[in-house]
Each structure stands twice: as C-alpha cells, then as structure tokens.
C-alpha cells in the first residue's frame, strides 16, 4: 500500500490564513508586523528565496524591506546595518540571507541581530532556550517539520524519532524540538555505524544531510512517517531529495514529497516568527 503525501503547501496555506486574521487584528490595534530581510551579493538562489520571502509578507500584510548590497560590503558595513534595524522600531524581524561572502563571519552577524528580532532561530540565546525549553523564536525548517507532523495527525509523543544529520540548521534544532514534543530521539550522522539498520527502527525518520536518494525502501520501517528534509540539483536539472522517494513510497505510512514537502512550510514559518516577535513588542 503507497504511502500517505505530506503536501507541505497544502498545510503552509491553513497556517497563512490563521496568520492572517491575527494580522489584521494586530493592525486593529495600530502594529503591522515588520521583516527586513539582508542579501550581501548576487547568490542565484538566495535571490529567489528573498523574493519568495517578500511575496509572503505581501501576501500577509506585513511590512517588507529587501536591502541589496554588493558582495563587497565588509563585514562593519554589515553589523552597522543590522544595529540600525535593531533600533528601528517597526521592524520585528532581521534576517541575513545566508550563505555570506567568504570574507564575513557568518557567526558574527548571527550574534550582532538582536535576540527579540532573531525570526531565523539561530542566536545563541535562542538556542540556549530551545535547549533548556523556554519560550524562543524556533529555527523555520524545524519547526516546520514539527508543524507538518502535528497537522496530520503523527503526534511525536511517545514515538521513536531518528533525526539523520546534526547541522545547526536542521539536525541538532529538529532533534531538540522532537524531545520536547515526547519523542524518544535518536541522532545519526556520517560517523555512525549501520545508519540503516537505527534508521528502521524510527517511527519518524527526519533526513537532512544533503546525500540525493541516500535513504532506500531497506531503510525504513513499514508505516513510518518519513520526512526529507534534504533538497538537492541532480545533472539533468531536476530536485531530488535526500530519500529515494520513488523507493520508499511503499514501505512509509507518510512521505513528504522534494520539492512540495517541507519546503513551502519554511517561509510560513519565518512568517509566524515575525508575527510573534510584532505581538511580544507589542506587549
């Protein structure tokens, strides 16, 4: 029996709309959420996720600014321009488009955005909360892939969760925010010895290590919930992810497609970081 689709889009859609009647009636009390996003040079891809990042804040009624700066801007440069969003008081949220030109410290400007406007999740405070479980602006893939397995009824609670990868990003944040939904969590990495066979024991299986099609049908335990975090080019130009979907359709209980899955909840989610953050300056 084929596996049941996880349409990242179609869950994305319900939460922008709950998003939106919380907007209106934030404005209703004279605060419009606002979201700057930063990119340093001319990255292909990081045009296209800064516009997709202003259409759903056009979409959603928030206040936008794109700011676009040479690749050559140094890294002062940088830091004055987040200190002067971090003043600006009908911005809520900052987000430097990653990755940065070689000749900046990627840590450095994390660190310089100000926790209440980090809507990235990637401040060290903001993962010293999502650590320990206080309340934080949640890093957007993570707490998307928690939100697609809420909404479609696979609870984590009491559930086996192997997360596969242990970046900053996607592995270490996904594991903590499995923990705290009840799940018992297991972290695989390219040091770990048979992958596949801790893989089979998941009843959630989170994969993000950037490997096309690394996870077969052999991998996965019959009706897991499979979640592919990973987006990769192949050479003939199409996207794959980190599961060899195609493979493991029969063997999973739920699969979220690449591209379609998780991807689309990503913005939505750095949507809601924003109205968040707008709502807490609010008071």
């Not at 987040?82 to 911005?91: A, P, V």
């Not at 900046?104 to 660190?111: N, P, S």
């Not at 086996?160 to 499995?178: D, E, F, Q």
């Not at 989170?206 to 099609?213: A, D, L, R, T, Y």
Request: charged residues 20%.
């Amino acid at each position: 029996m084929s596996a049941q689709i996880i349409y990242g889009k179609q869950i994305s859609d319900t939460i922008r709309e709950e998003l939106l009647h919380e907007v209106e009636q934030l404005k209703q009390q004279g605060v419009t959420p606002g979201l700057v996003v930063i990119l340093v040079g001319e990255d292909p891809a990081s045009q296209v996720y800064v516009r997709n990042k202003a259409k759903a804040c056009e979409q959603l009624g928030y206040h936008s600014e794109v700011i676009r700066v040479p690749a050559e801007t140094t890294q002062d440069e940088l830091l004055a321009l987040i200190t002067k969003y971090n003043e600006q008081q009908n911005i809520h949220g900052i987000l430097v488009q990653l990755p940065l030109p070689k000749h900046i410290e990627e840590k450095a400007i994390i660190d310089a955005i100000s926790v209440e406007k980090d809507v990235d999740g990637f401040h060290p405070e903001s993962v010293g909360n999502l650590m320990i479980g206080d309340d934080a602006l949640l890093p957007c893939t993570p707490s998307g892939v928690i939100e697609l397995l809420k909404r479609t009824g696979n609870s984590p609670a009491g559930k086996h969760a192997v997360v596969i990868g242990r970046s900053n990003i996607v592995g270490k944040p996904v594991a903590m925010l499995l923990l705290r939904e009840n799940a018992t969590v297991t972290i695989c990495h390219s040091r770990t010895p048979n992958i596949s066979e801790i893989a089979r024991q998941a009843d959630i299986l989170v994969v993000g290590v950037g490997v096309p099609k690394l996870v077969k049908k052999d991998w996965v335990k019959p009706g897991a919930v499979v979640i592919d975090v990973g987006v990769n080019r192949l050479l003939d130009g199409k996207l794959c992810g980190d599961v060899d979907y195609d493979d493991v359709l029969d063997v999973a209980g739920w699969i979220t497609p690449v591209p379609g899955g998780v991807g689309p909840m990503t913005i939505t989610m750095l949507m809601a970081n924003t109205l968040k953050s707008a709502k807490k300056a609010r008071g």
